[in-house]
């Protein structure tokens, strides 16, 4: 399973930025995948996820980010708006499948205030 995640940027506070996250021989569908982020000095943390049924995302994101899938295409977006600088990260996508945890390199979002 290779994931590959793209759509980082710089951006204004404000702003807006789509993520995607794409797999060439693995069924984004078939699994629940997450986007987790990574700003300088701190830990990783999830962010949204979706799964076949649901969508959860953590509380600063809410209202905010939108996670969704476009099977056709194989890919998982997560639309970001209402940027604010405090999600400066690194972002990744991941997905567990089979008991093995595998993750896209991640996409640099930076938003200037």
């Known amino acids: 399973v290779q994931l590959q995640a793209s759509g980082g940027g710089l951006v204004q506070a404000g702003g807006s930025l789509r993520l995607s996250c794409t797999a060439s021989t693995f069924t984004l569908g078939s699994s629940a995948i997450g986007w987790y982020r990574q700003a300088p000095g701190k830990e990783r943390e999830g962010v949204s996820c979706?799964?076949?049924?649901?969508?959860t995302h953590i509380d600063s994101v809410k209202g905010r980010f939108t996670i969704s899938r476009d099977n056709a295409r194989n890919t998982v977006h997560l639309q970001m708006n209402s940027l604010r600088p405090e999600d400066t990260a690194s972002y990744y996508c991941?997905?567990?499948?089979?008991?093995?945890?595998?993750w896209g390199q991640g996409t640099l979002v930076t938003v200037s205030s």
């Open positions: 991941y997905t567990r499948w089979r008991g093995n945890d595998y």
């Open positions: 979706i799964s076949s049924e649901t969508t």
